[in-house]
């Protein structure tokens, strides 16, 4: 069954620190990939997404992520946090199915 | 361009009620999709739906559970009888596909938060 690991669970910034969350996901084929954001008091957004193509996708808010094939993995960087990107962060992967299966979550704390 | 409305945002049941959840996708997305997201946990797949058909509804619990997305009309998640352990946050999202199977971008609504008694 497809499976997607967030490793970090609960992070911890100040601000203008770089930041890169993990996202990992097992599957062995064709796969889209995701970041969603939920900022407090909010609904999911989208961050980013990658379907082919330049496996370096860039988002909104100065996020990008990295597709990397080979190690089955699309990790989310931002170059410099604001307090305002503390929110819950989501990895998501679908096969072509319409069935997002996502990582349990990783919560961004900035500290100002 | 209204998004993906969910009413209510929040309800309460007592154990045994029934709950019914609604799913208003955005204009012009005829796919409908039900995830729930469980204290401390990652949002799960529960169905996919496009107009009076379920796609996929393989993340549902066998018994109790039902949706529909009916040709006029916002989605259903329907929860019969319900229990504490369905208390959770119920998310719905939408999306446009164009001819083919790739998948397109879901955008998710509010949620709704079902708190069962």
């Known amino acids: 069954a497809q499976s997607v690991s967030q490793h970090n669970h609960h992070v911890i910034l100040s601000e203008a620190a770089s930041l890169e969350l993990g996202c990992n996901y097992s599957y062995g084929g064709t796969v889209n990939l995701f970041w969603y954001v939920q900022y407090p008091g909010q609904h999911l957004q989208l961050l980013l997404k990658?379907?082919?193509?330049?496996?370096l996708v860039k988002g909104i808010k100065g996020f990008e992520a990295e597709f990397i094939k080979s190690k089955f993995s699309f990790n989310l960087r931002k170059p410099s946090v604001q307090w305002s990107d503390t929110a819950e962060y989501f990895c998501?992967?679908?096969?072509?199915?319409?069935?997002?299966?996502f990582g349990q979550g990783t919560t961004l704390q900035v500290k100002p | 361009n209204a998004g993906v409305m969910q009413n209510p945002r929040h309800l309460v049941r007592r154990r045994g009620q029934e709950a019914r959840l609604r799913c208003s996708p955005m204009?012009?997305?005829?796919?409908v999709y039900w995830y729930r997201q469980l204290p401390e946990e990652g949002l799960k797949f529960m169905v996919y739906?496009?107009?009076?058909?379920?796609?996929?509804e393989s993340g549902m619990p066998k018994e109790r559970f039902s949706a529909e997305f009916p040709k006029e009309g916002p989605s259903i998640l329907r929860i019969q009888q319900v229990v504490r352990g369905d208390s959770a946050a119920y998310f719905c999202?939408?999306?446009?596909?164009?001819?083919?199977?790739?998948?397109?971008?879901?955008?998710f609504g509010p949620g709704t938060r079902l708190t069962v008694l």
């Open positions: 999202a939408s999306s446009f596909l164009t001819s083919g199977d790739a998948t397109d971008t879901q955008y």
């Open positions: 998501a992967v679908d096969s072509n199915t319409g069935k997002l299966i």
């Open positions: 204009k012009g997305h005829s796919h």
């Open positions: 990658y379907f082919s193509g330049d496996p």
């Open positions: 739906l496009q107009k009076e058909n379920i796609i996929d």
